[in-house]
């Protein structure tokens, strides 16, 4: 790929951007609230659009992509099942605990509720899962940059490894986002978020344009796909009847239930930008104006991953001179610099999609013999299918927005939980403000270092999303039955909350080393202990891993509570939905009240299941 002037000058021009704006709010970070919270100080629509954009890293565009392309339509429950109700739920029964009880954080807000130690093991798990979360963004910018051959001439002149590229790439977007954030802290995070929504908005609509119209638009693409991709509740009676390879209660439970909540209701990365809202008000309306775009994002993420499984390759130019060892096939070499090298049968990939290989080009087989498939290439491919020089410029700084998003969101999540509950409580009680803005900074620098080490274990997955889904059954999906929990329940105690937390992880980390996907050898993806069970799928397993921890958690908060003493309901207001002055709505005109827009979003969610049935 050969980028021209005009791809160089929007990219560099969005770069100008992003730096500009932590050096035109460096000024304004004078107290640690302003760097970590925004000083509360910001409108609604800002704070949904950030809100939205925070969770448009890399696992929602290549990893939604990549599920598209590996799973079909049905990845479509992230969205429309897996985020919707949640979102609304948040908004109107969440966020008044979150903002009333004026926490900077949600393991603070676990501190008042609970005691110390609950608030501790949350702050640790938290802090882990947003370094692995950074991580993966850190991977697929590096990939993409990789297999879009950005810095190929760059590399070639000065003599250096093609395979030095990915670590190039990983350390300057690192550097990037390093750069702002030091500057403008989570103001610069929000405003770069609302810029990156629009950009990707923009890099990805003449995508899925021109990708329907080469395929005959939704019937010409729904005729070259299995009919299992194209519809999103048809099979999901059982295991074997949809890609997915999961039931659909273990679909509702596990995704629309345990990990869509656990995540949307307990993330401190999203909950954060809700928190920097001006008004108790605009902090409710927040995840519910996030929601009505996000609806709609399948048609941008999703949809070209099905596109990348029926495009025949004809022509493909990844870069490399390999050999692909086909099953039944022996070695076949086949160079894949050659313009003129035609791969309708040679290419042995999936639509666009590349198949996996190893440090010596070879193609990587799973355990059954199968060709594994790189899919989280599967949005990469298709900007160099499709987009020419000129226009490509535009795609790539999309992708490249989506990711400085993902990083940036985490890090700023990471940095505050850090200095809030886990320095300024355990180890420097006594620090000044001023000192905790320094930390703060400091964090940000420790906290990419570890992002950088996570980037280079999301190569072990072929799909970034099922490695996320991992992370979110671990430390999500216990968390949110101890919320429900305390929320909802004014007995909960602290000491049942803390062994349910443990307990729950425990029981996710048990079923994750007594079972494995289809297909995959004992290790990272599961079996470490023994195979009692195999899933269809890598999903599969995620979702049942969530039901598992959540359920054990739950269960054993609900015992532990009933044999220890509750705390006084004088210190609960506030912080119990029964304890809690509900939000008054008289005077907001009907579009501003949370309750009309969240009955809205859940109406057009329900619309969109019936329709892609």
């Known amino acids: 790929m050969n980028l021209t002037a005009v791809d160089w000058t929007i990219m560099l021009v969005y770069f100008a951007f992003v730096l500009g704006i932590g050096v035109a709010l460096k000024r304004f970070m004078r107290t640690s609230t302003d760097f970590f919270l925004a000083g509360r100080a910001i409108p609604a629509w800002i704070c949904g659009l950030a809100f939205i954009s925070a969770n448009l890293g890399a696992q929602e565009v290549i990893g939604m992509g990549a599920s598209g392309a590996k799973y079909g339509i049905a990845t479509s429950h992230f969205y429309w099942i897996g985020a919707i109700p949640a979102m609304v739920f948040v908004g109107l029964f969440m966020m008044p605990f979150y903002y009333g009880s004026r926490a900077r954080s949600v393991p603070e807000y676990l501190r008042l509720r609970f005691d110390e130690k609950t608030r501790g093991l949350n702050a640790i798990s938290f802090a882990i899962m947003t370094i692995f979360s950074s991580g993966i963004s850190m991977y697929a910018m590096a990939r993409l940059i990789q297999t879009l051959h950005v810095f190929d001439a760059l590399f070639g002149r000065m003599n250096l490894s093609y395979s ?21 802290g989570l103001t610069s995070a929000i405003y770069n978020e609302v810029l990156q929504f629009f950009l990707i908005v923009a ?69 954060q930008r809700a928190m920097a809202a001006d008004s108790m008000s605009a902090a409710r309306r927040t995840p519910l104006i996030a929601a009505l775009p996000k609806m709609f994002f399948p048609f941008l993420v999703i949809l070209p991953g099905l596109i990348a499984v029926a495009v025949r390759p004809g022509f493909v130019s990844v870069g490399l001179d390999v050999k692909f060892k086909e099953p039944g096939h ?66 790539l700084t999309a992708l490249l927005a989506s990711f400085m998003s993902g990083m940036a969101g985490n890090v700023t ?12 409580a355990y180890l420097n009680r006594d620090a000044s403000d001023h000192h905790l803005l320094w930390m703060g900074r400091m964090a940000t620098v420790f906290g990419i270092a570890f992002s950088i080490a996570a980037a280079y274990v999301a190569v072990k997955f072929n799909n970034i999303m099922d490695m996320l889904q991992l992370v979110f059954a671990f430390v999500n999906a216990p968390l949110f039955a101890t919320f ?24 996710a980390a048990l079923h994750h080393g007594l079972t494995l996907p ?77 309750a009309v827009l969240g009955t809205i979003v859940l109406v057009l969610a329900l619309v969109l299941n019936a329709v892609f049935w």
């Open 164 to 184: 030095a590229i990915f670590d190039f790439s990983i350390f300057l977007s690192a550097l990037i986002v390093l750069a702002y954030i030091l500057l403008g």
């Open 203 to 271: 890099g990805f609509l003449p995508l899925v344009w021109l990708g329907l119209k080469n395929v005959g638009g939704w019937q010409g693409l729904a005729q070259k796909l299995p009919p299992s991709f194209t519809h999103s509740w048809k099979g999901m009676g059982s295991p074997s009847t949809n890609p997915m390879g999961v039931e659909w209660f273990g679909l509702v439970a596990g995704l629309g239930f345990v990990l869509s909540f656990g995540y949307w209701c307990t993330d401190f990365l999203v909950i």
């Open 330 to 395: 022996g070695v076949s070499a086949l160079s894949l610099n050659d313009p003129t090298q035609h791969l309708e049968t040679a290419w042995p990939g999936k639509g666009l999609i590349p198949p996996k290989l190893d440090a010596n080009g070879n193609l990587l087989l799973d355990s059954n013999g199968k060709p594994l498939y790189d899919y989280d290439l599967a949005i990469p491919m298709m900007l160099l299918h499709y987009f020419p020089t000129g226009v490509l410029g535009l795609g």
């Open 413 to 424: 999540a990471f940095n505050t939980v850090w200095t809030y509950d886990i320095y300024h």
């Open 484 to 507: 429900l929990l305390g929320m909802f329940w004014k007995r909960t105690t602290g000491h049942a909350a803390f062994t349910g937390l443990l307990t729950g992880t425990a029981a």
């Open 518 to 594: 289809s297909g995959q050898s004992f290790g990272i993806k599961g079996g470490w202990i023994s195979v009692m069970h195999t899933y269809p799928s890598e999903m599969a397993q995620n979702f049942w891993t969530a039901i598992f921890a959540w359920s054990t958690c739950f269960v054993v908060t609900l015992f532990v509570s009933l044999m220890t003493k509750p705390r006084d309901e004088k210190e609960l207001v506030g912080l119990v939905y029964s304890l809690t002055d509900k939000p008054k709505e008289e005077g907001l005109a009907w579009y501003l009240r949370p």
